[in-house]
């Protein structure tokens, strides 16, 4: 279900099912959640990309197996799969090609970077079978503003690469998605792994705070990291550079 290979400090997640356009079934669902959180707890691991195989990136839930099941069985798994970007204490990059779905978008606006074809397109499609996508819905509304995601939510339209990018769903457009945001996630991968897991904590903690209390953290964030040995050394490092 989920393809791993490790390229240096980056671990590269592949969805696998791609004779299912990347279906989120509820064991590849599994198999994602488990991958992301080892890999985050990993000290090998400085970046992780995530990339689908086959014509698309992911088509969202697999209605088929949704369908054949009385209650809904993966709204526990796809709680924690929608919502990663709240806890990863490593940077999440997403290689995106061909028509991304749903839970799919859901996805995408879960990472931290996202690289995405010229071609790919992009849609909260769910109304157009009953339903709102509900447990995407923060994370989109976080990467493109409340109202935006309200939008895409309410028409169930699709969107070209060049509107997610101007909406910020996308951050990035290339013809290789796949090589671009590898060579991003390596360049991440060597910077200090206690600044990037403190920078993507700070970020979360800040959110909705107070200016004030924005600012009493930001003070304890920049003494903790400023005592901390990969400061010094970096620093040392810049310095030498200028002899």
Not at 153 to 172: K, P
Request: charged residues 20%; neutral net charge; aromatic residues 4%.
């Amino acid at each position: 279900m989920i393809e791993e290979l490790h390229t240096g400090r980056v671990l590269q997640l592949s969805l696998n099912r791609p004779g299912k356009r990347n279906a989120l079934n509820a064991a590849l669902s599994k198999a994602l959640v488990d991958s992301l959180d080892a890999a985050d707890a990993d000290p090998g691991v400085g970046a992780i990309l995530l990339r689908g195989n086959g014509p698309s990136f992911c088509a969202g839930m697999d209605l088929r197996e949704a369908l054949e099941n009385d209650s809904d069985p993966l709204a526990g798994v796809h709680e924690q799969l929608f919502t990663t970007i709240m806890r990863l204490r490593k940077p999440l990059i997403a290689a995106v090609h061909g028509t991304t779905l749903a839970g799919g978008t859901g996805l995408v606006a879960n990472a931290h970077i996202v690289v995405a074809s010229p071609d790919a397109q992009f849609g909260l499609t769910e109304i157009r079978i009953g339903l709102w996508p509900v447990l995407v819905f923060r994370a989109c509304a976080l990467a493109m503003g409340e109202r935006r995601a309200t939008e895409l939510s309410l028409t169930g339209r699709l969107i070209a690469a060049g509107e997610a990018l101007q909406y910020g769903l996308v951050t990035e457009i290339a013809p290789d998605p796949h090589a671009r945001a590898l060579e991003i996630a390596t360049m991440l991968s060597g910077y200090s792994a206690n600044a990037l897991g403190a920078g993507l904590e700070y970020v979360r903690k800040i959110r909705n705070q107070s200016w004030d209390e924005a600012g009493r953290l930001g003070r304890e964030v920049r003494a903790e990291l400023m005592a901390h040995p990969d400061f010094r050394e970096a620093s040392q490092r810049f310095l030498g550079r200028g002899k």
